[in-house]
């Protein structure tokens, strides 16, 4: 039971007899508050590393596949304040070089937050190890992933990834997918569901994951597998192809319940050993007088694709803004046989995507616009690209930003 004491409290006449009491619990000891700290400007921070980049790169950061996470965070950020008029009026004093001024794009409708959130802009695994600053993913191998007392065979990693990329030679297997549609319709052709009972050869048709491939050409035996292995050059209905191991496309096939084999009774179907001319793809240098271009000129080239020549398809260049409105010099030509011209086009610019020319020009009607074919890149990197495309390698390389230099990549393999 708790009782409530009715005794009347002491009269006191001022706060200063209360507190003058004894404070036997101390009760009344409060340090006093701590001032703030003077709060960070964040735009000005952010900005401040736009234009750092800008300092190093000569150029604004950009948000492409191919750029670097920290990259595609400036690139944000800088679009972020572009489309604020007020932060835009604040960082004047720290807009040494018109970077907000050029802008490339429309202004974007008023924002109220400063912030980008990092998370927005991972998209993959790399983009999560790339964005460790304070090393807090740099540890050793935890013993979870070390297996002790186990004894088993170690097998050799394959000597290449198996990726799927455009298949630039796609027109030569085209005809081969028409002509099997066809002959399923008609009942000629057929269809079984895949079991490790089947085969897989040279100029076999298959079903996997929904999508019809063809076995285009096999390989050696790789020795250092259990069982039959080689590695497959497939080629698939969407255009794209890949080298694939044996097993692992048979593997594929038996877990894909609708995994399925053409059995084409007898028949074969080969490409056309035709040679058929699809078209030219150029590089181009210019000869424009532009004072926006000078800093650039050294190392400017345009990719493009015709079907006619390429004299006539630049005779007009100087009324033309996808040739910058001046003349050109054609400084190299590949006439492409079987292969895809304008795709083999649309890789190289994906390809060289990262120094693609980031200016903003006026044609001579005083209309704004902005190169999308040209980049700033060495003459023997934009040779390299369009060669690793036309051989099949391109997969195996990748572009250094920073260099403009086409470079290997470095495939980790797993310790044996």
Not at 69 to 95: M, T, W, Y
Not at 130 to 152: C, K, T, Y
Not at 317 to 326: N, R, V, W
């Amino acid at each position: 039971m708790i009782r409530f004491s009715t005794k009347p409290l002491d009269n006191k006449s001022t706060l200063e007899d209360i507190f003058g009491e004894d404070d036997e619990l101390g009760l009344l000891n409060v340090e006093p508050l701590k001032a703030k700290a003077i709060a960070v400007d964040l735009t000005v921070k952010q900005f401040a590393e736009i234009v750092t980049f800008y300092k190093l790169y000569g150029r604004l950061p950009q948000e492409t596949l191919a750029a670097p996470f920290e990259e595609k965070l400036l690139a944000r950020r800088l679009h972020s304040i572009k489309g604020n008029p007020v932060q835009c009026e604040h960082l004047q004093a720290q807009d040494e070089f018109g970077l907000l001024t050029n802008s490339n794009s429309e202004p974007a409708e008023p924002v109220t937050a400063t912030y980008i959130s990092k998370s927005e802009l991972v998209t993959s695994l790399s983009d999560i190890f790339d964005d460790d600053d304070d090393g807090l993913l740099d540890f050793a191998e935890p013993d979870i992933f070390s297996l002790r007392h186990v004894h088993a065979d170690k097998k050799e990693q394959p000597d290449e990834i198996a990726q799927r990329q455009p298949c630039v030679d796609y027109p030569r297997y085209e005809p081969l997918f028409n002509v099997l549609h066809d002959r399923l319709k008609n009942g000629i052709f057929s269809l079984d569901r895949f079991t490790h009972k089947l085969k897989i050869a040279e100029g076999d048709f298959f079903i996997l994951n929904g999508l019809v491939g063809y076995v285009a050409s096999v390989g050696e035996t790789l020795e250092q597998y259990s069982g039959y292995n080689a590695r497959l050059h497939l080629v698939f209905e969407n255009g794209t192809e890949m080298n694939m191991l044996y097993q692992s496309l048979t593997h594929g096939l038996v877990r894909d319940k609708e995994g399925r084999k053409v059995q084409l009774d007898g028949h074969f179907l080969r490409p056309s050993s035709e040679v058929i001319p699809t078209g030219i793809v150029y590089v181009l240098a210019t000869l424009s007088t532009n004072p926006t271009l000078a800093p650039y000129k050294n190392n400017l080239y345009k990719v493009g694709f015709t079907e006619a020549t390429v004299e006539e398809r630049v005779k007009n260049a100087e009324k033309d803004s996808t040739f910058l409105e001046a003349k050109v010099r054609i400084v190299s030509t590949n006439q492409c046989f079987n292969i895809n011209a304008q795709k083999l086009e649309a890789l190289a610019h994906g390809f060289l995507a990262s120094r693609r020319l980031n200016v903003t020009l006026k044609n001579k009607n005083g209309q704004v616009y902005t190169p999308k074919e040209w980049f700033n890149v060495p003459l023997v990197t934009v040779l390299s690209v369009i060669k690793h495309i036309m051989d099949g390698t391109i997969s195996r390389y990748r572009l250094d930003n920073t260099t403009g230099k086409v470079v290997p990549k470095v495939l980790e393999h797993t310790a044996k």
